[in-house]
């Protein structure tokens, strides 16, 4: 597939921006670039073949093949002679439908939303394994800072640093977020605020699934939190977008080897963003037609004495979602095969492919459900 050109690209996600409330329901919609829109399928793909075969899984070639004649259906290109993959209309809408409830638009609908593509080519990006992973985990930190619905940002850092929040933890999380019909990030922040504001009197059902992850949780919303009081707290958006990267620094540096390839590989990519934030400030400055006045600040706390500071973080909150439209206008992942399926590089580091994490849960779900339905039936029960 041929990779557009960044500049391009980036003048299309501006005017997508300046015209949100056309295309889309809310201010704080982010861009899934050519990666993460991967990823999706290969999600929906696994999803697609676990409702027909049972197994919550799907080979690289499939992934490969589907995207291809995903691009070409979404671009309008012809299809006729490509090959389709069995189901591709039910894999389509749970891709169309993982989108929506993630509150991400594809590469492909801002381009069709705004009709100002460009047909320019680059290079595909090529990136180690280990400046991949930094990059991946730092730029899902600010994606869920401005999108607390992305549910694909939340599954690369949950557990990164280790907070012994593992592929249970997820399961049970995107168990109780089904049920709930909410996000996963929402789901957490609930059960950990009403843990804390409850008092001494409150505890949580002894059947909670999320009862004995609730010191990793605390940990993880009390982190998101501290990034929040720093977009509520500081109106200089140059100074706390810094802060922000410097405080998701040292907590993944934190413990490790400053000789470790991870270590120096988030030292780096955090002081790029840091520059990359100052740069696109300085750019804005007298840019009227960059101004998007109307975006809604940082999540105040429920507990905050003085929610009127949380009204500060609007301009950074511009300024993240110009640097998180920069990263989805990018040149995609040279190596598919990494980006898809490698665990190794990603255990190192106390995480899991988003495939294993969300297989876990699907397999999770089903044994629950169908364990309800034998229940039910060698009971008596209708």
């Known amino acids: 597939m041929a990779v557009l050109n960044q500049k391009s690209v980036l003048d299309m996600i501006k005017e997508f921006r300046r015209n949100w409330h056309t295309f889309c329901n809310s201010e704080r919609t982010t861009v899934c670039g050519a990666d993460s829109m991967l990823l999706a399928l290969q999600l929906s793909m696994a ?90 985990i730092i730029y899902s930190y600010l994606n869920l800072l401005v999108n607390s619905k992305n549910d694909l940002a939340l599954a690369h850092i949950l557990n990164i640093p280790d907070r012994g929040l593992g592929r249970e933890a997820f399961t049970d999380l995107k168990h109780a977020a089904r049920e709930k019909q909410m996000s996963i990030f929402l789901v957490a922040t609930s059960f950990i605020r009403t843990i804390e504001l409850g008092g001494k009197g409150y505890a949580p059902s002894p059947s909670d699934p999320l009862r004995t992850h609730i010191k990793g949780l605390s940990n993880f919303i009390n982190f998101i939190d501290k990034l929040d009081e720093i977009l509520g707290e500081i109106p200089n958006p140059s100074i706390a977008g810094g802060r922000i990267l410097s405080v998701i620094k040292m907590q993944l540096i934190k413990g490790q080897n400053s000789r470790d390839p991870f270590y120096k590989a988030i030292e780096e990519v955090a002081q790029d963003l840091d520059l990359r934030i100052k740069s696109i400030i300085n750019s804005q400055q007298g840019d009227l037609a960059l101004s998007t006045t109307d975006i809604s600040p940082a999540r105040p706390k429920s507990h905050a004495i003085n929610r009127g500071t949380a009204y500060c973080g609007r301009d950074t909150v511009k300024t993240l979602l110009v640097l998180l439209d920069e990263e989805a206008a990018s040149a995609p992942t040279k190596n598919k095969a990494e980006l898809l399926y490698d665990d190794e590089n990603t255990i190192h580091h106390n995480g899991t492919s988003i495939l294993t994490l969300f297989r876990r849960c699907k397999f999770i779900c089903w044994k629950t459900n169908n364990w309800n339905k034998f229940w039910k039936c060698s009971s008596g029960q209708k």
Request: hydrophobic share 35%; proline share 2%; glycine share 2%.
């Open 47 to 136: 999803e697609n073949n676990k409702q027909y075969s049972g197994e919550f899984t799907v080979s690289l070639s499939d992934v490969l093949l589907t995207w291809k004649y995903l691009l070409h259906e979404k671009l309008n290109l012809p299809v006729e002679n490509m090959k389709v993959i069995d189901h591709y209309e039910n894999i389509r809408k749970i891709y169309d439908d993982f989108l929506k409830n993630s509150n991400m638009l594809d590469m492909i609908d801002v381009y069709k939303k705004c009709n100002v593509l460009t047909s320019n080519y680059e290079n595909y990006a090529n990136i180690s394994p280990v400046q991949l992973l930094a990059k991946k």
